[in-house]
């Protein structure tokens, strides 16, 4: 996805900095790109902004970021709404705010690109430059360089080709031993010339979404394959998203002479014919690895009643889940289609109702939330988990292609999907408190402290129980009964 013209980025430019005017920080002395604004580009840009990497531009050096630094003043200062760059979109003002992989700017970060591009953003003394980061096609992997790549076969989508939905040839991985995968990253690889050929969803991009699965061709699926106690779904691939990394103690399974079943995929046209295929990065747990604790199917979504009218934006859609395991999530992952701005989800036991995370949402990069371990939610069987979607199908969101037309369910961008597709670990009663006492102790949680996600981490119960009442000795409004 591009920075926006020139054309509009004054008016963006000035609403998004009466926004954030008061809320941020001031910053003494000068501001240059060589001792301040380079390592915030090191830090959260360049992955992606360097030669020959997914972004249309690289912003590696001065010369090459001068000419887009209010570009980047205005898309820095949308924060949390679509289109922001980095693509972070967690709400900073509410819910648990620790995740892994955070490339997202902090309010001095934004503070310091603000007076830098308002003082005419000056170079400064190249000699406080930091070293470089590494470059390269291959060196992309934002989880470490795998221990395995898989590759799909090559496809070709059309510039004016419709969505398509189906089955691709398995992938063969070619591993002769079972190993326990610590993170797998997929991205797309394809001939796409600068910046794609529409201005909606993906424009880079022709993948939309890949559902896999991974199986040994012949063999009957197992308790490791799929469903409660197993390794668990493996993580879909869908535009723009980042990296999955698994907890230490909660491997999946990729097991010798497997293959990769991409049995659900998603293909749509961005504008120019375009060649390509997913390359799925496996990084490996050590050999002998065992995990403690399985992954628990997430079932979080609606797909039945999604009814979004055209040209009206806050629409809503909720949907609801009861836990029946003591439960720890451990990514959240909001998916919806073109007309998604926002999710929240919250955890409700007992009478309290937590909203853990809120977060906008931009179709061209869709994000999964890796909770901090000593952050990730605790929850009792019982809870009840509740996503709450908001949808604007107005010409303000640049990625609906027609706000006129009413939208329902399906497979095409231009349909719609409400899911959390994230990932949890199911614990027994002993492996729940031994969790929560971990945390108890590493916290430092007091009596009766409110713990965002983790409901009994302040070691009471959460609806007190009730003191048996006197034995009556007459009669009272109630009869005495």
């Not at 000068?30 to 690289?58: G, K, W, Y």
């Not at 090459?64 to 205005?74: C, G, L």
């Not at 360089?145 to 189906?166: N, Q, S, Y």
């Not at 999946?252 to 014919?273: C, I, P, R």
Request: aromatic share 8%.
């Amino acid at each position: 996805m591009s920075l926006l013209t020139r054309a509009g980025i004054a008016g963006l430019v000035a609403a998004a900095a009466a926004l954030c005017a008061d809320s941020l920080p001031a910053v003494p002395g000068e501001v240059t790109f060589s001792r301040d604004i380079s390592r915030i580009l090191q830090h959260s840009c360049q992955n992606c902004h360097q030669p020959e990497s997914v972004a249309p531009m690289s912003l590696m050096t001065y010369q090459e970021v001068r000419p887009w630094a209010k570009s980047i003043k205005a898309r820095t200062l949308l924060r949390d709404k679509p289109g922001t760059m980095p693509p972070w979109y967690l709400e900073r003002n509410i819910g648990i705010q620790h995740f892994k992989n955070d490339t997202s700017l902090s309010n001095m970060d934004l503070a310091k690109i603000v007076k830098w591009v308002d003082s005419g953003a000056p170079e400064g003394n190249p000699a406080d430059m930091p070293p470089p980061i590494e470059t390269g096609q291959n060196k992309h992997w934002t989880a470490g360089e795998p221990d395995l790549i898989v590759k799909t076969d090559w496809v070709t989508v059309k510039a004016g080709a419709p969505d398509w939905w189906g089955e691709l040839p398995n992938a063969p991985t070619g591993l002769t031993e079972d190993r326990w995968v610590k993170s797998v990253e997929i991205r797309e690889e394809n001939d796409v010339a600068g910046d794609g050929g529409r201005k909606t969803v993906g424009s880079r991009y022709v993948f939309h979404h890949m559902i896999w699965t991974a199986s040994v061709p012949g063999a009957a699926p197992s308790a490791e394959d799929f469903g409660e106690g197993s390794s668990g779904i493996w993580p879909i691939h869908e535009v723009g998203r980042n990296a999955d990394i698994f907890p230490d103690n909660a491997g999946k399974l990729l097991k010798a002479g497997s293959v990769l079943n991409l049995f659900s995929t998603h293909l749509h046209s961005n504008g120019q014919d375009t060649k390509s295929r997913l390359l799925y990065g496996f990084r490996f747990f050590p050999k002998g690895y065992e995990p403690e604790l399985r992954y628990g199917v997430r079932a979080l979504g609606n797909g039945v009643d999604i009814d979004i009218d055209g040209g009206e934006k806050n629409q809503r859609l909720d949907a609801y889940q009861v836990l029946d395991q003591n439960t720890k999530i451990t990514v959240y992952e909001p998916h919806m289609h073109a007309p998604g701005v926002r999710m929240c989800l919250e955890a409700i036991w007992g009478f309290n109702v937590q909203t853990l995370n809120c977060v906008g949402y931009d179709h061209n990069w869709v994000r999964a939330y890796d909770y901090d371990d000593d952050y990730a939610p605790l929850l009792p069987k019982g809870t009840i988990l509740h996503i709450i979607g908001y949808f604007d199908s107005t010409a303000a969101n640049k990625n609906v292609p027609d706000p006129r037309n009413w939208s329902g369910s399906g497979n095409r961008s231009i349909t719609n999907m409400f899911i959390d597709l994230g990932q949890q670990l199911t614990l027994s009663d002993e492996k729940f408190e031994e969790e929560m006492a971990k945390r108890r102790a590493k916290m430092h949680y007091r009596p009766n402290e409110v713990v965002i996600g983790c409901p009994l981490c302040n070691g009471d119960p959460i609806v007190p129980k009730q003191k048996a009442l006197p034995a009556s000795t007459g009669t009272g409004s109630n009869g005495g009964q």
